[in-house]
């Protein structure tokens, strides 16, 4: 297994932290360990992708991470705080305020418009948007003529690049993206991995992607692969083709279960 260097990881601030998880599915001779003891950091101001075949895990650990599904067992802290200690109420402040969630299939309400969905959480917690941040998020994600457009007036980029800007307009402590190119051609996929780039190098972003694409994973600072509902090796500064020889040798491990 490829590990970081002290020196990538020294010091660094975790922004999100898993440890000893574990999720299973079902009970007896049926059960299925979609998570199996996995320990993992995910540090602040970084690009992680996560990876592994279809059965590894890896959809499980971004929704348990991300508050929309519970583990059988370990922990998940953001920041310093353990979400499964956490009662309702101060669960749904978490997910509102610190986490922001980018689908596949974009998630959009379809009767309203692109600014009215990028500000919906906010609206919803009653608050309103720091206009000077709004305005940079979406100079950020190349919006500005289209905030009066409803999701059907917009190409599928644009839709998810709608559903970026509103993931980071509370401006959360860790953004997950759950394969965010997945419905896109190859320009519009491109326009979102930019995007993502760019909202951790410009504004100090934490982004959590799970993809199988490895163009896509070397948009990324650091890859994290899955197989059997565990970490199985990491790479960092990855480049397309080290992504491909570590999928290759990752290839004959077979499905495991979800995600």
């Given at each position: ?8 990881t ?12 574990s999720?299973?599915?079902g ?6 360990r979609?998570?199996?003891?996995v320990?993992l ?12 075949p279809?059965g590894?895990g ?6 348990v ?6 583990a ?6 953001i920041?310093d705080r353990?979400?499964g200690?956490l ?9 509102r ?8 299939s974009?998630?959009l ?9 990028i500000?919906l959480?906010?609206?919803?917690a009653?608050?309103?948007p ?8 979406i100079?950020?994600?190349?919006l ?9 007036q917009?190409?599928?980029g644009?839709?998810q690049?709608?559903?970026v ?5 509370s ?11 997945g419905?896109l ?19 100090g972003q ?10 896509a994973?070397?948009y990324t ?21 080290q992504?491909l ?15």
């Open positions: 297994m490829t590990t970081p260097s002290t020196s990538a020294a010091g660094r601030e975790v922004a999100a932290r898993v440890v000893g998880l999720k299973t599915y009970q007896g001779e049926a059960v299925v979609a998570l199996d003891d320990t950091d995910l540090y602040a101001g970084e690009f992680t992708a996560v990876m592994g279809s590894s890896k959809s499980t650990l971004m929704h991470c991300a508050a929309l599904d519970s059988t067992s370990g922990q998940v802290l920041g353990e979400i200690r009662h309702d109420k101060a669960l749904t402040l978490l997910r305020e610190e986490i922001g969630f980018v689908f596949q974009f998630n309400v379809p009767t309203l418009t692109a600014e009215e969905n500000v959480p906010l609206a919803i009653g608050r309103k720091d206009r000077a941040w709004f305005d940079s998020v100079g950020t994600v190349g500005g003529d289209r905030l009066d457009h409803k999701p059907n917009l190409s599928g644009q839709q690049r709608v559903a800007a509103r993931a980071l307009v401006r959360p402590r860790i953004v997950f993206a759950d394969e965010p190119t419905n051609d190859s320009r519009s996929g491109a326009e979102v991995l930019e995007l993502l780039r760019a909202s951790v190098d410009t504004h934490t982004v959590v992607m799970v993809t199988h694409d490895p163009v994973a070397a600072d650091r890859v994290v692969f899955l197989a059997d509902g565990k970490v199985v090796d990491e790479l960092r500064r990855p480049d397309r083709d992504v020889a570590i999928m290759a040798r990752m290839s004959d491990a077979g499905p495991g279960g979800p995600g």
